[in-house]
């Protein structure tokens, strides 16, 4: 027998109404496109971490003085003036397992170039920090130990602020105004692009630490947070513990006190993206999930019509020959055609919504051949199995009753 | 057909072929029974009819004249007896193996046509050949000849509801011939025409009967329709009450 001539058969049935053919498959569309979507930005997130952490530098530790308790109302962590630089210098020096040390400081701020300003993040750091959070010059040059020491008002641009201030052009040994202070631009960092919270990592102001305690936080001594760099990435675990050590004996605290600072690892930081991530994926699964059950459900019913109204149609062709397994194929491969048309067109708008995404909000998406095949395959699967019963209770037919049915 | 037919004889080869009857009932019954009523449509009927016949069945409506048919078409079994068609036991055939039978053997002609509505003249001959895997080819080549003998090779494109009833009629002997079946079966041929059409279609049956040895069993209710046979069956309450030829 010619299945190929069945094939066209079906498909000019499902042409012959072609409104109620694409109602059905909406469902099916909805659901493909949200699996495709679903993985596409699954996947393009947890890349995304991955690259990030491996940016970072798995080997670093955020150290932040703690947060105040006064009357058992806690503030923000960092409010906390218990750290000291002298605390940072005493890790790199007693603590084996710490390779380098950078405290920070921070400000919001307003920034103007010429009749350009910008409002950004002024970070302040020392020396070290390029290496330790992998940036990369990409003008000029970073400010050296002396430039710290000296509190130079000295900056080193993000990309995003050098575009919004100097529109591209050469801003080494341009004087910027920052909170009405003049800071000369020394260099520029390679992009880095968004982070995993969606945050612009390049839209920012590096000065030296120093310069922020001085002329921003007024000459204070103490620090709010500073970066530890672990000597490897194994050595990370090792490197808190020394700190802890090394902190409570600092700041004598007593076996019964807790901390007075807080030390965080940045895998970790990453886990609770991924996990808010995993939260988001399991949400969309789970309408993709229903919206293919809903369009499944669909199919079966709209064949279980096309069943009964072709009823004289299944009876002529038995009469004239068709097995039960013909009527069967028939069927069939009329709802699988629906749902691979459905799966296809859901592929395309999968596809489409995860552009759209990836390029209105900036989310990052990535589109893998596995979940194309997943979707094809898995929309001819519920075909087959939503499909099956309606096709049986055609082939079913005794074919005197159905050439009388009217 | 002849690999068929010989794929028959397979199946059964204790069985004895007797003669030149293409069609053998013997004692076949047809019982209804739904549980509450019990119909005995047939009741033990016996019948041969040799190749090249031409035969009318005729009787009332509920002689059981419409369910022998059936049965001789294998649309549907006996529930005691032995149908052989051209030798061969089909009383015991499965489902699939009498969609073969009626696919390769068995042509059929219905009182409504029953064509394929939305599908063109041409689509609707060449359905059978469909089900048997029949070349591309040939299938244009016996399509073109069947509508040749029907008499209507220019409405080849058109649909069935564009055609007059007499020529849906020849669409329906076109497909019922286009496999090159030993047997044609017609429920009430001329049962939805005009007395001119089915004239007419009575006598291209007839033509087709003597100049292409078909085998020819139909049923009717009109005497006149039933004058075009050779030999004429009047049934009763699910027996046959006389059998004779003309």
Redesign the interface.
């Known amino acids: 027998m010619n299945y190929w001539m069945i094939l066209k058969i079906s498909l000019k049935a499902l042409s012959r109404n072609k409104i109620r053919s694409a109602l059905t498959m909406l469902g099916i569309i909805i659901g493909v496109a949200a699996v495709i979507a679903t993985v596409s930005l699954g996947q393009g997130a947890q890349q995304q971490i991955q690259e990030e952490i491996a940016s970072l530098g798995d080997s670093t530790v955020w150290v932040r003085a703690g947060s105040r308790r006064s009357w058992g109302v806690r503030s923000a962590s960092g409010t906390m003036n218990t750290l000291k630089v002298a605390d940072f210098e005493a890790m790199l020096n007693e603590c084996p397992a710490v390779k380098a040390v950078s405290p920070s400081a921070r400000s919001m701020a307003q920034v103007v170039f010429g009749n350009q300003n910008w409002n950004t993040r002024i970070e302040g750091y020392n020396e070290l920090y390029p290496d330790m959070r992998n940036w990369t010059i990409a003008q000029g040059s970073f400010f050296d130990d002396s430039q710290v020491k000296a509190a130079a008002r000295v900056a080193v641009l993000g990309n995003t602020v050098w575009q919004e201030l100097f529109a591209g052009s050469d801003p080494v040994g341009q004087t910027i105004r920052v909170k009405n202070l003049s800071f000369q631009v020394i260099g520029t960092f390679k992009a880095k692009g968004y982070n995993t919270w969606g945050r612009d990592q390049d839209d920012i102001i590096i000065v030296p630490y120093t310069t922020v305690q001085k002329k921003f936080l007024g000459g204070a001594l103490h620090v709010e947070s500073g970066l530890v760099q672990a000597v490897n990435a194994r050595a990370t675990y090792a490197a808190e513990e020394q700190i802890r050590a090394l902190l409570r004996q600092r700041h004598r605290l007593g076996p019964f006190q807790d901390d007075d600072f807080m030390i965080r690892n940045l895998s970790e930081i990453a886990e609770s993206a991924e996990a808010t991530n995993r939260t988001m994926r399991i949400l969309l699964s789970t309408i993709a999930a229903v919206s293919l059950l809903v369009g499944g459900i669909g199919i079966m019913n709209i064949m279980l019509v096309a069943v009964s109204e072709r009823t004289r149609e299944i009876g002529i062709r038995m009469a004239i020959g068709a097995r039960p397994s013909h009527v069967r194929i028939q069927f069939l491969s009329e709802s699988i055609g629906l749902c691979l048309l459905g799966g296809i067109l859901g592929l395309l708008t999968g596809i489409g919504i995860s552009t759209a995404i990836a390029q209105g909000l900036g989310w990052p998406t990535m589109i893998s051949y596995n979940s194309v095949v997943i979707a094809v395959l898995f929309s001819a699967a519920i075909g087959i199995f939503f499909g099956y019963y309606p096709a049986h209770k055609a082939a079913a037919l005794d074919p005197i009753e159905a050439l009388r049915y009217e | 057909m002849q690999h068929l037919i010989n794929s028959l004889a397979e199946k059964t080869p204790s069985m004895d072929r007797n003669g030149a009857a293409v069609i053998a009932l013997h004692e076949v019954w047809k019982i209804y029974d739904t549980g509450e009523i019990r119909v005995e449509a047939l009741r033990g009927v016996s019948l041969e009819i040799d190749r090249g016949d031409f035969v009318a069945i005729m009787g009332a409506s509920g002689s059981g004249k419409s369910t022998m048919l059936?049965i001789l078409?294998c649309?549907?079994r006996p529930t005691r007896g032995v149908y052989r068609l051209d030798g061969v036991d089909v009383s015991t055939f499965s489902?699939?193996e009498r969609?073969?039978i009626?696919?390769?053997n068995i042509g059929?002609i219905?009182q409504t046509f029953?064509?394929?509505?939305?599908t063109s003249v041409w689509e609707n001959v060449e359905?059978?050949m469909?089900?048997?895997?029949?070349s591309k080819t040939e299938r244009t080549r016996r399509i073109e000849e069947a509508l040749q003998v029907v008499g209507i090779p220019e409405k080849a494109k058109a649909l069935p509801n564009q055609l007059s009833g007499g020529q849906q009629q020849r669409v329906a002997a076109a497909?019922a011939l286009v496999?090159r079946p030993a047997i044609l079966l017609a429920d009430e041929p001329t049962g939805n025409l005009d007395s001119t059409t089915s004239e007419e279609i009575m006598t291209f049956l007839q033509r087709l009967n003597a100049e292409q040895g078909i085998t020819l069993v139909m049923v009717t209710h009109e005497q006149e329709v039933a004058n075009y046979a050779s030999r004429q069956i009047q049934m009763k309450d699910g027996q046959i009450l006389t059998d004779k030829k003309t």
């Open positions: 059936n078409g649309l549907d489902p699939s969609a073969d009626r696919n390769q059929f219905f029953n064509l394929l509505s939305r359905a059978p469909l089900y048997s895997g029949t497909r496999n």
